[in-house]
């Protein structure tokens, strides 16, 4: 089983949806999560940074933890054709050790005009 | 501006060559990174460094060599030992334990 599993793609959603992106993994000793979304030739940017379990909320990005489940989740509202990209989940564990993230392959994203 | 600079963004190896790819950066970052990226295998850890003067081997180091004598600079050489140096490395920097990386913008190598 690998320590983090992600849906690689693509999914494609129009215009204005609601968009789910999900990862779920095994080691339960994972703390720190975090969301980067990469857009083609460009490197990962990071969206949102969690601690634990619960929600984080920033303009049209929702992150959550459920770590009862192992399981993350990005939403994205109001969905513009510039979300077209290739999302990334990371985790660590706390503290680090090693000081180091573990990545899901990412979901590649198309929003559809 | 602050970030993450590498360069170049295009770079073509010759057989039996050494190239140095460049991460600088001027965040003041403690932690420094370089992944690999390949078409659907996700980002690989080749080396990565907490402070200057040390680093440590990541899960695919074989073939590649780094240096950290600068606290903003983390160049990465990728040897004639690597035979398949084709893909897409990424440098990343974060501030300390518990936070989060950034990532620069990518260098492309490719054999010729």
């Known amino acids: 089983q690998k320590e983090v599993e992600q849906d690689p793609g693509p999914l494609s959603v129009p215009e204005g949806a609601i968009v789910s992106l999900n990862c779920t993994y095994s080691?339960?000793?994972?703390?720190?999560f975090m969301w980067y979304r990469q857009y083609s030739r460009k490197g990962p940017e990071l969206l949102m940074y969690?601690?634990?379990?619960g929600n984080k909320e920033d303009g049209r990005f929702t992150a959550q933890v459920d770590k009862s489940s192992k399981y993350i989740s990005l939403f994205i509202r109001d969905s513009q054709p510039s979300d077209s990209a290739t999302y990334l989940c990371a985790m660590t564990t706390y503290p680090p050790r090693p000081d180091r993230l573990t990545f899901g392959k990412g979901t590649h994203l198309i929003i559809q005009p | 501006d602050g970030g993450i600079t590498q360069s170049p963004k295009y770079l073509f190896r010759k057989e039996g060559q050494n190239v140095t790819l460049s991460c600088e950066q001027n965040?003041?970052?403690?932690?420094m990174y370089w992944y690999r990226q390949d078409p659907g295998q996700g980002l690989r850890l080749i080396y990565y460094?907490?402070?200057?003067?040390?680093?440590q081997k990541g899960d695919i180091a074989e073939g590649y060599s780094v240096s950290r004598e600068k606290k903003e600079s983390f160049p990465l050489t990728v040897t004639s030992a690597q035979k398949n140096p084709t893909a897409f490395y990424l440098c990343?920097?974060?501030?300390?334990?518990?936070?989060?990386?950034?990532f620069g913008d990518g260098t492309r190598l490719s054999i010729l």
């Open positions: 080691n339960s000793a994972f703390q720190y």
């Open positions: 990343a920097s974060k501030r300390g334990q518990g936070q989060p990386q950034h």
């Open positions: 460094s907490q402070i200057v003067n040390d680093f």
């Open positions: 965040l003041n970052h403690d932690a």
């Open positions: 969690t601690y634990s379990s």
